[in-house]
């Protein structure tokens, strides 16, 4: 029974780590090519106090909105084209995390 809970919990792991670097090469390729500069305005990945503030003033939903439909100087789909509104949100968050 141990060793079964044991194989159950690294199997949850693994896979938490397998979601996490996925969005995280995701966002290499997709995000990251304006958010990890600023470029045009964007909001700079790890800038908490600035993601969250759009978060709280926008609204989640508005932000996804404006990732799929572009905003200012972002393309619609932000270079995602096969992202789904989880991706994104997802990504956002991923985003508005602080830098460590």
């Not at 990890?36 to 106090?49: F, I, K, L």
């Not at 989640?60 to 972002?74: H, Q, Y």
């Not at 789904?84 to 602080?98: G, Q």
């Amino acid at each position: 029974m141990k060793k079964s809970l044991a194989a159950l919990l690294f199997s949850a792991v693994l896979v938490g780590t397998a979601q996490a670097d996925a969005l995280e090469d995701r966002y290499n390729r997709t995000c990251a090519i304006c958010h990890a500069a600023g470029a045009a305005g964007a909001p700079r990945t790890g800038d908490a106090d600035t993601w969250n503030k759009r978060i709280e003033e926008k609204g989640m939903d508005t932000l996804i909105e404006n990732a799929k439909n572009g905003i200012k100087a972002m393309p619609p789909k932000g270079m995602c084209f096969d992202c789904s509104d989880e991706d994104f949100k997802a990504l956002i968050e991923l985003m508005a995390k602080p830098k460590s």
